[in-house]
């Protein structure tokens, strides 16, 4: 099991946050937490999901970097804490 | 002008001549505007056989196609195709009404979500909330739907946009975006060269991302300057010739037994456009096991996604294949490979009267005229259309693959009928999968087009029935269709002759009358209901451990 940061930056869209966890979902993955912002402009929206999973990451980035809506995907492995660890297996 | 005069003039901008759909309330200003426009729009009889209408268009012709609904149970009769589409990554715009923005979210008449609904069965969905995006949004559908792996995209347009004034000045040049320059991935290719040049037994398996990126010129080109053996998907059936002595057919779940041993025992897999899919791989950890494996794709998401490859190419085929071209050193790997082909041939000395599907298919592709298109449904039929029928090229030959949508034939080749006037159509179906989407016969009837069917009618579900007699312990639950009406009747009640047949020496004299016949005819073909297709891969099982007719 390994866990990852996503900080995504998306075009502001109301269904954005739909297509981000839809394909995290369909694609096998578990999201552990999520943030949500709008940019300083209201131009965008930055989005942090933490992901959990014992699938490489890359086969959720890879898919999420297709999404149209997506403008800069950055992902970064993360400790996986007792607590996230202890929710995910409940 | 208003939105939807907007919507048709675009349309006609961008040089879309047909489009298939049905109207309904949230759609109708649209339907409107479209009232003695340039656009030639297609009444189907449902929206999903719309929708694979417009599939079946662009599938034989390289264009995008465009199919409209109305909001609620229109969008949903849509939803359906939309995944064919995705899966067999097909350019598809789909435009829908949705009701007005005063009225969204209250569970008015006809609302229902299709942006939501959308999701998971469209490279992308818009809805267009203001009138002024809608030029942007729609110029962006069409090319979102062509561009990269293509795919289809829905616009959805609620009905108060439809009706709000907007200013749109047509252009009168289109806008000819300037070709990048694509950098070729210089070590990668050199490794692939080396590959290639190494290997001893090395395979071309080709994929419908071959010809969707317009390279079927330089993959030929390629297996002619670097010969070895080439093996297809169901998409790709046409990419090689017939006449390629090293073509060894469509591999995988009911692939040729010389497709499938020697990708078995391959040790260089060359991937094009295609994906690793669970028909084609049987065991996946099993997969041509000793075979290092070069991978191309257009869509990274691709790559490694279930075998990992030594080297892998996201790019443009028709740029990367002819750099990856090497003189290859498989002499007896090539002679090998021509004996597998010759012991494991195809044969057709079936005992007895009644119609062996196989032959017949194969005296209907002999019988065909040049460049005709052969749609299919799904089941039985669509392996043994696969197994003994040739194509010349991918566009000619029609088969729902990744979605295996069963309905699908008879609207695509009303499409394909349309977007090539001048060749014959032919749809393979099944009596299951006939009776699927069966009122287009009245869209074929009313624009009198000379779609031929063939219906190979054993009277069952053929394909589950198979697995029941071989892996649920001949348990036939819900496959008995002995009740199905008459075909050649049925028809008839739409203005469309027919014939019936169950023996072989009707079969070419029936051919003969369907292709002199001028107009769309029904061939219903009485098959036995016990006749199997094979070879078959068990679920699980992998490829080499094919089950065939004589070890049953």
């Not at chain 2, 037994?257 to 099993?286: P, Y």
């Not at chain 2, 991918?394 to 006037?421: D, E, K, V, Y």
């Not at chain 2, 394909?463 to 028809?491: H, I």
Request: charge should be negative; glycine fraction near 8%.
């Amino acid at each position: 099991m390994s866990n990852h940061v996503l900080t995504i930056q998306t075009k502001n869209q109301p269904v954005v946050l739909e297509r981000l966890l839809q394909v995290t979902r369909y694609r096998g993955f578990e999201v552990a937490g999520m943030e949500m912002k709008p940019m300083a402009d209201f131009s965008g929206l930055l989005v942090t999901l933490s992901i959990v999973s014992d699938k490489p990451i890359s086969l959720l980035t890879n898919q999420l970097n297709k999404l149209y809506d997506i403008e800069f995907l950055d992902c970064v492995e993360s400790e996986l804490t007792q607590a996230e660890a202890g929710s995910m297996r409940a | 002008m208003k939105g939807a005069e907007l919507v048709i003039k675009l349309l006609e901008q961008k040089g879309v001549e047909h489009i298939f759909g049905y109207p309904g309330g949230a759609i109708m200003p649209i339907y409107d505007a479209l009232y003695q426009s340039k656009v030639k729009h297609y009444l189907c009889r449902h929206e999903q056989g719309g929708a694979f209408s417009a599939i079946g268009y662009a599938r034989s012709s390289g264009k995008v196609g465009v199919c409209m609904a109305t909001s609620g149970p229109g969008a949903t009769n849509l939803i359906t195709s939309l995944a064919d589409a995705l899966l067999d990554s097909v350019p598809l715009v789909a435009i829908t009404g949705q009701v007005s923005q005063a009225v969204m979210g209250t569970d008015a008449f006809q609302e229902v979500d299709v942006l939501g609904l959308s999701l998971a069965v469209t490279k992308h969905s818009f809805m267009v909330t203001d009138v002024t995006e809608l030029e942007h949004t729609l110029n962006e559908a069409f090319t979102l739907a062509m561009s990269g792996r293509p795919g289809p995209v829905l616009v959805d347009i609620p009905k108060d946009v439809q009706l709000a004034e907007v200013q749109f000045k047509p252009r009168l040049v289109e806008d000819t975006a300037t070709a990048q320059q694509e950098f070729l991935p210089a070590a990668a290719l050199e490794q692939a060269r080396l590959l290639i040049q190494n290997a001893k037994r090395p395979i071309a398996y080709i994929g419908g991302g071959v010809h969707m990126a317009d390279a079927v010129a330089q993959l030929q080109d390629f297996l002619a300057n670097s010969p070895m053996p080439s093996v297809t998907t169901l998409k790709a059936m046409g990419t090689v010739p017939p006449s390629n002595a090293y073509y060894l057919g469509m591999l995988g779940m009911h692939g040729t037994q010389a497709a499938n041993h020697a990708v078995q025992q391959c040790d260089l897999l060359i991937c094009l456009g295609a994906r690793f899919d669970d028909r084609v791989t049987g065991k996946l950890a099993a997969f041509a096991p000793d075979a290092k494996v070069i991978h191309i794709d257009i869509d990274p998401a691709e790559l490694h996604k279930l075998r990992r490859a030594e080297c892998a190419m996201i790019g443009d085929l028709r740029e990367l294949l002819p750099a990856m071209s090497v003189p290859t050193h498989c002499e007896d790997w090539l002679k090998h490979c021509l004996v597998m082909k010759q012991q494991h041939g195809w044969r057709y000395d079936h005992p007895g009267e009644r119609i062996f599907a196989p032959l017949m298919l194969k005296q209907l592709s002999e019988r065909l005229p040049d460049n005709s298109v052969v749609c299919c449904d799904v089941g039985q039929h669509q392996m043994w259309v696969a197994q003994h029928m040739s194509f010349s090229h991918p566009r000619n030959h029609l088969s729902s693959g990744g979605l295996g949508t069963m309905g699908f034939g008879l609207p695509a080749a009303i499409g394909a009928q349309l977007a090539r006037p001048k060749d014959t159509v032919v749809t393979v179906s099944g009596d299951g999968s006939f009776m699927m989407n069966v009122q287009e016969l009245g869209t074929i009837k009313r624009f009198r087009l000379p779609v031929k069917i063939v219906i190979v009618d054993n009277q069952r579900l053929g394909m589950v029935k198979q697995w029941q007699e071989l892996f649920f312990n001949e348990r036939y639950s819900e496959t008995d269709l002995s009740d199905n009406p008459d075909f050649v009747s049925l028809a008839a009640a739409f203005a469309i002759p027919g014939h019936s047949i169950s023996r072989k020496d009707e079969v070419l004299p029936a051919l003969e009358a369907m292709f002199t016949w001028p107009g769309p005819y029904l061939l219903h073909v009485r098959i036995d209901e016990t006749d199997n297709v094979w070879p078959l891969v068990p679920p699980g099982a992998a490829n080499q451990d094919m089950l065939t007719e004589k070890a049953q």
